[in-house]
């Protein structure tokens, strides 16, 4: 018997490698992995000091929540945004002109086998990970303007 898997999609204006934001700052500046891990935690512990009074009831459970809620609000984070919808994956490929001298948008295609998806729990440490998988974030924040 087939396992069931998912597609994902993901589109860019400019064919460049899959980094997440904070992944594309860290390698402009060339900061270490350990430095970057330490801005992501700063980052993370500020925003939810400071932005509680602009989640209007929304109430984050643990960093996973969290991270998924800054991602959410355009703050450079470890996650890489994907989609069910190869529409949609189409349309941020296109929508914007590439950068000056790039040839032009990509739509990335990700199989993802049941084994490399988790639903981390609370006790999961974000900032210990071992390896990469597909993150299901929880539906807890509503539709917002984001930056990718």
Not at 64 to 72: G, I, M, R
Not at 97 to 120: F, I, Q, R, T, Y
Not at 126 to 148: G, K, M, S, Y
Request: with cysteine; glycine share 4%.
């Amino acid at each position: 018997m087939k396992s069931h898997r998912r597609v994902l999609f993901r589109g860019q204006n400019v064919n460049r490698p899959l980094l997440p934001r904070i992944a594309r700052i860290a390698e402009e500046r060339q900061l270490a992995y350990d430095a970057v891990v330490q801005i992501e935690r700063d980052m993370l512990q500020r925003f939810q000091r400071e932005s509680v009074p602009f989640l209007r009831g929304l109430q984050p459970r643990n960093d996973w929540e969290w991270l998924s809620v800054a991602q959410h609000r355009g703050l450079p984070t470890r996650l890489l945004d994907w989609t069910a919808s190869a529409l949609a994956a189409l349309w941020f490929a296109v929508a914007s002109d590439p950068p000056k001298g790039a040839n032009g948008g990509v739509l990335w295609v990700l199989e993802v086998e049941p084994e490399h998806e988790s639903a981390p729990s609370a006790q999961e440490s974000l900032f210990e990970l071992q390896r990469t998988f597909v993150f299901q974030p929880f539906h807890i924040d509503p539709p917002c303007a984001n930056n990718r």
